[in-house]
């Protein structure tokens, strides 16, 4: 049997949701660094993106006719929309949280210690934490290998605080680009 017409719209369709969504994804993670509860906002929006990404594929299964091949990569692309909507509900959802954000503090913050975390066999990204006084507590930023080369301990960094009003609050460096 002959792929029909119908699921090879259906089979291109969901290979390209995915490259928008990866990609919407990617730049959502890099700017989730400095959340207060990153964990907590990235379940929010992505299970909802999985959830919504597994129905929609059974709704819209029905119009188009497989082949045998087909039918066995089928979780394929299934897994295709439910990523792809992921990763798009993530880069919506901080882009929309940042929209909804105002500056409420910004402080001149003395780097206390600066500690750099290697990369472990794949399995862990590398990261470089900044450990500034805010307010009179400790708290890290996560930045940039190059901002994080380029400043040491005892250095005053523009600090900004945003509060959302989704409930998301987060800090941003000035300087870091």
Not at 15 to 28: D, E, K, S
Not at 36 to 49: D, S
Not at 105 to 126: D, F, L, M, S, W
């Amino acid at each position: 049997m002959k792929p029909t017409k119908q699921s090879r719209i259906f089979i291109a369709f969901l290979t390209l949701l995915l490259l928008p969504g990866l990609y919407a994804g990617v730049m959502g993670i890099t700017h989730v660094r400095n959340y207060n509860q990153p964990l907590l906002f990235f379940i929010i929006l992505v299970v909802p993106g999985f959830i919504t990404g597994y129905y929609l594929f059974k709704f819209l299964k029905p119009y188009a006719k497989f082949n045998k091949k087909q039918l066995a990569w089928l979780w394929l692309f299934r897994m295709f929309m439910m990523l792809g909507l992921a990763g798009i509900f993530f880069g919506a959802g901080g882009y929309i949280n940042k929209s909804f954000s105002c500056l409420v503090y910004q402080e001149n913050c003395v780097v206390v210690n600066k500690t750099e975390v290697g990369a472990i066999h794949r399995r862990r990204p590398g990261a470089n934490y900044l450990f500034v006084r805010l307010k009179g507590s400790i708290e890290r930023l996560n930045v940039s290998s190059a901002y994080w080369a380029g400043i040491s301990t005892g250095d005053r960094i523009p600090v900004q605080i945003y509060e959302s009003k989704l409930g998301f609050d987060f800090i941003e460096l000035k300087d870091e680009q």
